[in-house]
């Protein structure tokens, strides 16, 4: 089963800051999802990415698969980027698999 | 595209009865199926993998008898919860892969609770 660990746990933050989170994974992977919690409990998909960069607005993922390391930034951030984020790869590594999960980082931005 | 419900949002119920809930996926089909739960403070678990038309793999310590699944067509799943004590009290989350690709769509959530 993939391990994945995730820091930090906490983090809060003044609006405007670069935030960045880091996931590691323990299994080589098909691809990593980066996913997004709010205090309803709702998740929505961010990221899927299997190499390199993906970019949507503030938010930046990164990827390398040789070292199994993961990053999700957020540029200019913003009170209402206030949320769990979480990363999650496959449960063996490949692509047909349930995910298994990292504990999520919650993040407060402050006005 | 690519949404995933959820039903209910959220239940109560006696302990010993069985609740039902359904995951379907609105505008594309879903060979394949996952079923989460997520404990308070803790982080989400893959509880089964749930094939259309074939009997759901279930994880490590998932009772395959309490937790019935079922995924009869391509837009939906069930998990029943059978039984039901309050240690199950737990948000279930469902979500959907299509026909291609890793892609996973998360559905909303149910928020079970029983007393």
């Known amino acids: 089963k993939n391990e994945v660990e995730q820091s930090p746990q906490n983090l809060t933050a003044q609006e405007g800051e670069f935030i960045t989170i880091n996931c590691s994974y323990s299994v080589g992977i098909s691809a990593l999802h980066w996913l997004q919690q709010h205090p309803g409990g709702g998740i929505v998909s961010l990221f899927m990415l299997s190499s390199g960069k993906k970019k949507h607005g503030r938010l930046i993922a990164t990827i390398n698969i040789q070292e199994k390391h993961s990053s999700l930034h957020i540029t200019a951030s913003h009170p209402r980027d206030s949320a769990v984020y979480i990363c999650a790869v496959p449960y063996s590594g490949g692509g047909a698999d349930g995910l298994t999960f990292g504990k999520g980082t919650h993040l407060i931005i402050q006005p | 595209g690519a949404v995933v419900s959820q039903h209910p949002s959220w239940v109560i119920c006696k302990s010993g009865t069985s609740v039902k809930i359904e995951c379907r996926s609105l505008?594309?089909?879903?060979?394949?199926m996952f079923w989460y739960r997520q404990f308070p403070k803790q982080s989400l678990m893959l509880m089964a993998t749930s094939n259309e038309g074939s009997k759901a793999t279930y994880e490590q310590g998932v009772e395959k008898d309490k937790f019935l699944i079922n995924h009869a067509s391509l837009t939906l799943s069930t998990l029943t919860v059978t039984s039901a004590h309050p240690e199950d009290s737990s948000f279930y989350i469902c979500?959907?892969?299509?026909?291609?690709?890793?892609?996973?769509?998360f559905g909303p959530g149910t928020r079970l609770t029983v007393t």
């Open positions: 505008d594309f089909q879903a060979t394949t």
């Open positions: 979500s959907a892969r299509g026909l291609a690709g890793a892609q996973q769509y």
